[in-house]
């Protein structure tokens, strides 16, 4: 149960971090994803991280739900 929690507050964490980048991205404007502009390395960094299957919130959030409901049918034999 403490690892599929651990898992759903990582998915959400990697929601918030992609919201906050964002939100910096639409402020400062197209310049935001040029080359030497370091947001467009946080932005393609945080992109691929929150991506990554461990991080994935559509996951962790069901891995979680079914861990509250005690359901014991897992989404694949990997996660």
Same mark, same amino acid.
């Given at each position: 149960?403490?690892? /599929? ?6 998915g959400y964490?990697?929601? %918030?971090? $992609?919201? =906050?980048?964002?939100?910096l991205l &639409? ?5 935001s994803f /040029? ?10 960094? %945080?992109? $691929?991280? =929150?991506?990554?299957?461990?991080? &994935? ?23």
């Amino acid at each position: 149960m403490t690892r /599929a929690r651990v898992r759903s507050d990582t998915g959400y964490v990697a929601e %918030s971090i $992609t919201r =906050a980048i964002d939100i910096l991205l &639409s402020a400062h404007g197209a310049a935001s994803f /040029a080359e030497f502009s370091p947001l467009q390395r946080l932005w393609r960094d %945080s992109a $691929t991280a =929150a991506r990554h299957a461990i991080v &994935s919130p559509a996951v962790s959030y069901e891995v979680y739900g079914k861990a509250l409901l005690g359901v014991e049918e897992r989404i694949t034999p990997l996660v």
